[in-house]
């Protein structure tokens, strides 16, 4: 099972994403199309299952998701306040 964590952050209209304690990285115009990337970024280092993921925005411009790839099924989880938005991508 995979875990991967992105700090996630907002400047000129631009999303970027850095991996927390790792190398990955993306970015995007949109927090729909970052979420996407990060997902196919997370799935190139380990695609070795199903893929679940949470979003949460911490502040207008901040926002950690997480990507859990394997480990059997069973609802999302949340990794910080803000708006929450789960499910499988």
Do not use: N
Not at 7 to 25: F, I, N, P, R, Y
Not at 47 to 64: E, K, Y
């Amino acid at each position: 099972m995979g875990v991967f964590s992105f700090v996630c952050k907002s400047k000129g209209g631009e999303w970027t994403a850095k991996q927390h304690e790792g190398d990955l990285e993306a970015s995007a115009s949109s927090t729909y199309d970052l979420q996407r990337k990060l997902v196919q970024t997370a799935l190139s280092a380990d695609s070795s299952g199903g893929v679940q993921s949470s979003f949460s925005l911490v502040s207008p411009t901040s926002a950690v998701f997480v990507v859990v790839i394997g480990g059997g099924g069973g609802g999302g989880f949340a990794a910080g306040g803000g708006r929450e938005e789960e499910g499988r991508i």
